[in-house]
């Protein structure tokens, strides 16, 4: 049971530059999540999911977009990478909201934008 | 405006003896709250939680209260091993607020002396 899957785990990008992050989760989850993490900052949420096909956006969602085409997927594209973009990327999900369930992470994705 | 806040950047303890990691939050809406520890190049795994409608909840060696009246919540481990080092986050959550989201702190990290 892989749990939440990221791919890649390490990327360099150059400014303005496009990548996408995908994340899979294979526990049947309705609600997917996308942080960031910097240091000193904690955990702060970019974009959201609660089913297929929906997306809202978090605290932190500029220069950010997502896709739930299937319910196992989440993509998090970075159309125009900048530096202040260089961070840690988690993802998560849960079966329901975040008010009554834990969230299950991967292990995430280590961002450098040069 | 930080509205979950982990005060200790870092904290250290004998193995053996008790490890006490604290939280407080700004927002009274907040009903759900949950503990994340995460080893580093790993992503945050759930800890244990406790519900607005509790004061205390157990498991294990992990103990979490929770003072409505003062914002504030903790963490006990007792007794600490080497194996809990490790980052620890609390996160709140208001289910069915406005937010439906998680609130990460900033983190403390727990360094356990063999």
């Known amino acids: 049971n892989a749990g939440v899957t990221q791919t890649p785990k390490f990327r360099v990008l150059k400014t303005g530059q496009s990548m996408t992050l995908l994340c899979a989760q294979d526990?049947?989850?309705?609600?997917m999540y996308w942080y960031r993490q910097d240091p000193g900052m904690g955990l702060r949420l970019i974009h959201y999911?609660?089913?297929?096909?929906?997306?809202a956006k978090g605290e932190v969602p500029d220069g950010y977009n997502v896709s739930r085409l299937k319910k196992q997927n989440f993509l998090l594209g970075l159309e125009s990478a900048a530096p202040s973009q260089t961070s840690v990327y988690f993802c998560?999900?849960?079966?329901?909201?975040?008010?009554?369930?834990?969230?299950?992470f991967g292990d995430g994705t280590r961002l450098s934008i040069l | 405006d930080q509205q979950v806040k982990q005060n200790s950047p870092s904290l250290s303890v004998q193995e053996g003896r008790i490890s006490i990691l604290n939280c407080d939050y700004t927002?009274?809406?907040?009903?759900?709250f949950l503990w994340y520890k995460k080893y580093p190049a790993e992503g945050p795994t759930f800890l244990i939680s406790?519900?607005?409608?509790?004061d205390k909840n157990e498991d294990g060696r992990f103990t979490v209260f929770l003072n409505k009246s003062a914002k504030h919540l903790s963490l006990h481990i007792v007794p600490s091993q080497p194996g809990d080092s490790a980052v620890y986050f609390c996160?709140?959550?208001?289910?069915?607020?406005?937010?439906?989201?998680?609130?990460f702190g900033t983190g403390t990290l727990l360094a356990v002396q063999p």
């Open positions: 999911s609660v089913g297929e096909g929906t997306t």
């Open positions: 406790i519900s607005s409608i509790k």
């Open positions: 996160a709140a959550s208001d289910y069915g607020g406005a937010t439906n989201k998680l609130i």
């Open positions: 998560a999900s849960s079966w329901r909201g975040p008010g009554n369930q834990p969230q299950h």
């Open positions: 927002n009274s809406m907040f009903d759900y």
């Open positions: 526990m049947n989850h309705e609600y």
